[in-house]
C-alpha cells in the first residue's frame, strides 16, 4: 500500500495509536450525540473535497493542521481509495467521541474523531489510525509486508494444547530487534514467582534507579513504595521504562535470563545477558563506544562479566535523551532480539501459565482501537519501538473461543521505520483474524 500521513491529533484524543483506550464493553450503552453525527457526515463532504473546513474544524485543531495540510491528506486518501462513500461504523467512547470507519470506494479507513461539546461543536480531534482495502486477505497482507523496506516479519499463530499452528507467516523464525516487548520476559518471571509463591502480586517493592522515558516512575521520589502488579501494570501498558529497571533487578537478571530460555526463544545467545533499559541506553552512549564493540562480539558469559566490571562506568555515564536524534543506533547489537514465533511462543506461555492477574496486565493496553478490539473477547498487547525499530504483538481469544498470537516486527539499520504504516498492517492483520 501506497503510505498515508497520520493527521495531527489535538484535544481529546490520545496521541499514540497504542495508548490505553476505553474498553469496548463500556461503550455498549453510549449513543452518539446527533450534532456528533452531524459533523461526521459534513467530515465526508470535506474528504470528497467539498464543505468548509473552517467552520468544521475548531481553531486548536486548525492551528495544528493548517488546511493545505489537511488538503494534502486527503488527496493521498482519495488517490489511494478513491471516493469517500460514507461512515460505515461508529465505535462510542462518550457522546462527542469515538472511532469511525470511513468507507471509499477502494478502502476502508478508521479514523478517531473527537467533537466540542460545546456549542457551535465543531471538530477539535481527528486521527486516522489505518487504511485498509476492500476485500483483504492474508494473500495481499503478505505481498504488503514484503514491500517494506529494511527487515520485517510477521505470524499469526493458533494457539492450542500442541504449541503453535502457523496459519500465516512471514521470516518466522527470523530474530530481530524488539525494543520494549522483551518486557514480556519480565512480565512472565513476575508470573512464575507469584505462581509458586515466592512473590504476590500485592507485595510492596521500592521504586529503583530511574531510567529514561517512556513512562511515569522516573518522576517519582527515589524509592516510592509500589507494588509488585503496580510496576508490572506500568511496564506493560505504558512501558515504563524504570518500572521494568526496577522489576528486572529485584526478580534478578539470571532468571529472567532462564525465562527466556523456558519459553523456547530460539536464539537466547543474541539478547543474554538480559540488559536493563538504563543500560542499554549506557551501552548506546557514544561515550562507551568502546564498551559498546566488546558486547556486540561476546558471548553471553563474557558480557556479564563485562557488565559486572564496568558497573562503576556505567553509572557515571551521561545520557542524553536526545542522543538518537531520530537515527537508528545500534539496533543490530545493542537490543532484546526474538522472532515472530518466539514472541507467539512468549504469549502463549502467559496465557498458558500466567493467571489472571497476568492476563489482565496484559489487556489494559489493548494496543489498537476500540473498533477492532471489540471484535474480539480478549485482547492482551505488548508493543516496542525506538528509531529503526518497531514491532507490535497480539494475543487474542475471538468470539467463537479460539486464542491466537498475531506478532509482527519491522527493521532497518540505516533509515527510520513508519510507525502508521507498521500499525495500518498489523491492524489489518488482527481484522483478518476477527473474521
Avoid: C
Amino acid at each position: 500500500m501506497p503510505k498515508l500521513m497520520a493527521l495531527s491529533l489535538v484535544a481529546l484524543i490520545a496521541a499514540q495509536p497504542a495508548s490505553a483506550q476505553p474498553a469496548p464493553a463500556a461503550t455498549t450503552s453510549i449513543t452518539p450525540a446527533p450534532t456528533f453525527k452531524a459533523r461526521l457526515d459534513q467530515l465526508v463532504t470535506l474528504l470528497n473535497g467539498s464543505g468548509d473546513y473552517d467552520e468544521l474544524f475548531a481553531p486548536v485543531f486548525r492551528e495544528a493542521v493548517p488546511q493545505a495540510k489537511f488538503d494534502a491528506i486527503v488527496a493521498q486518501l482519495k488517490a489511494q481509495g478513491g471516493a469517500a462513500t460514507g461512515i460505515e461504523n461508529i465505535t462510542p467512547d462518550t457522546a462527542w467521541q469515538a472511532t469511525i470507519t470511513v468507507g471509499y470506494e477502494k478502502i476502508v479507513a478508521t479514523m478517531l474523531v473527537a467533537v466540542d461539546p460545546a456549542d457551535p461543536h465543531q471538530i477539535t480531534g481527528l486521527r486516522i489510525t489505518g487504511a485498509e482495502p476492500r476485500d483483504d486477505s492474508l494473500a495481499r497482507l503478505e505481498t504488503d509486508f514484503g514491500k517494506l523496506h529494511g527487515s520485517a516479519g510477521f505470524g499469526i499463530y493458533r494457539l492450542g494444547d500442541s504449541g503453535l499452528t502457523p496459519i500465516a507467516e512471514i521470516n518466522g523464525e527470523a530474530a530481530a530487534p524488539l525494543g520494549s516487548a522483551f518486557k514480556l520476559w519480565i512480565l512472565a518471571e513476575a508470573s512464575r514467582d507469584v505462581q509458586k509463591g515466592t512473590r504476590h502480586w500485592d507485595d510492596v517493592l521500592r521504586v529503583g534507579r530511574k531510567s529514561l522515558p517512556g513512562g511515569v516512575l522516573q518522576t517519582w521520589p527515589d524509592h516510592a513504595p509500589v507494588t509488585l502488579q503496580t510496576l508490572a501494570t506500568q511496564m506493560i501498558s505504558i512501558s515504563d521504562n524504570t518500572a521494568t529497571d526496577t522489576l528486572l533487578t529485584t526478580l534478578g537478571r539470571d532468571k529472567v535470563g532462564t525465562m527466556v530460555k523456558t519459553i523456547g526463544v530460539a536464539d537466547p545467545a543474541r539478547t543474554l545477558p538480559v540488559l536493563t533499559t538504563m543500560q542499554a541506553f549506557e551501552l548506546k552512549s557514544p561515550a562507551n563506544a568502546a564498551l559498546a564493540a566488546a558486547w556486540a562480539k561476546e558471548a553471553p558469559a563474557a558480557r556479564a562479566k563485562l557488565l559486572d566490571d564496568n558497573a562503576a562506568a556505567f553509572a557515571a555515564t551521561p545520557v542524553d535523551p536526545h542522543m538518537f536524534d531520530g537515527k537508528p543506533l545500534a539496533i543490530d547489537t545493542i537490543e532484546w532480539f526474538a522472532s515472530p514465533r518466539d514472541m507467539a511462543r512468549t504469549l502463549d506461555w502467559l496465557r498458558r501459565h500466567g493467571d489472571d492477574t497476568t492476563r489482565a496486565i496484559l489487556a489494559v493496553n489493548p494496543g489498537t482501537a476500540p473498533a477492532i478490539a471489540g471484535r474480539f473477547d480478549y485482547v492482551g498487547f505488548k508493543g516496542g519501538s525506538e528509531p529503526g525499530v518497531i514491532t507490535l504483538n497480539f494475543l487474542v481469544r475471538t468470539t467463537a473461543g479460539q486464542w491466537l498470537a498475531v506478532t509482527g516486527n519491522w527493521h532497518d539499520a540505516g533509515a527510520a521505520v513508519s510507525e502508521f504504516d507498521f500499525v495500518t498492517l498489523m491492524n489489518r492483520a488482527l481484522t483478518l483474524v476477527a473474521h
